[in-house]
């Protein structure tokens, strides 16, 4: 998923670099609100974890390997903001030590990659968690569910980009069919994987998962006749 | 950090997850495929892999996922990986310390409050 220089031309890399640098300076200015100093290592934990999975590909159909994006698993464990900081560090160290996605195309990253996945996955996230009931097992298939797709939402943006600024002359709508048929199947991969460490996280701390704070809280309340009546229908 | 009765520490907790994340980035990365990922295999068969350019820093020490200088392909993969690990929490960690602190400053224009406050700290804020 990581787009090299050259694909994708010069304005259109530009304008996703300013969406990006707003983004994450946005994400920046919420962090400082919402991160304890206490949890800074907790954060620095979660993008050195998300680093390591991106580097464990996982073979797909057809000669094709995909690996974790990670934005909804950082986005759980730590919050949407602080959690799409974690995730443009990460591609920032990619693309600066390991040459591994273009410097012109670090803009387009980390929108792909970072925002779209910890602020949309989060968003879907959220969504899942108010349709199911309230308990850790949720929690997990939300996170799992909305990983998922986040990956396939992250194709989809790489398909705007493209449409926009794209060098290739294929046709726009034969990449986003190629884009999105195999990142449906990468976007299972990255489901599991956020589930099973989003499902870890909880066995042993589940008071440091920020998609989990709910949980805690619906323990101490006194259920209202509204509540009863959602639980038992 | 005390337990506070929990059953791991936060300080544990974090040991413990930099060293699975250790242990995946060294172990399990250079098992990892090596087959073209989702995006690459679309450039090659839609025709636009050849739009790509030459990355700049291909040159870099550990350009690759490879350190320079280390033969065994298994090893320099790893220890890339370990680098990756070690700096990706160093980066992130000061990032948001140097964040949280100035925006503290800004925010209350009292000078630090990351410790107890004293009298002498107190007599020095700054407006």
Redesign the interface.
Known sequence: ???????IDGSTSAGAAAVAAGGIGVS??R???V?D?????????????????Q??????A??????LLGGVLAAVLVGPS?GA??IA??VA????????G??SALGLNVVNMALITAFGGYALFALLRRVLPSRSSSVVAAAGIAAGISVVLS?IA?TAEYAIG?????SVT??AG??VS??VL?GIGEGVITGLVVSAVLA??P??VWGARSLALDRLRIPSPGDTERVAS | MSPNG???G??A??VG??V???G??FF??PR????????E???N????AD????????D?P????EVRGVDDDGLS?GL??L???????????L???V??R???RRDRSTGPT?APPTAARISATRH
């Open positions: 998923m990581h787009i090299p220089d050259g694909f920046l200015r962090a400082a609100e991160l100093e206490r949890r800074v290592p907790l954060a620095g934990l979660v993008a050195a974890f998300v680093f390591a999975l580097m464990l590909n996982f073979p797909v057809g000669g094709t390997s995909g690996h602080v900081v974690c560090v990460v160290i990619q693309a600066l030590l390991f040459a591994d273009g410097l194709s790489f794209g060098a290739g002359t294929a034969t990449v190629a884009m195999v990142h990468i042993s701390r008071d440091l | 929990r059953r791991i936060l300080a907790f974090v997850g930099l699975v994340a250790s995946l980035a399990v990365s990892a495929s090596r087959e073209p990922d989702g995006l295999n679309v450039a068969e839609e025709g636009f739009t790509g350019t030459d990355h700049a820093l291909d870099a550990t350009a690759g996922y993969t890339a990986g680098i990756g690990v070690a700096l990706t929490f160093a980066a992130t960690g990032l948001f310390l964040v949280r100035s925006s503290r990351d």
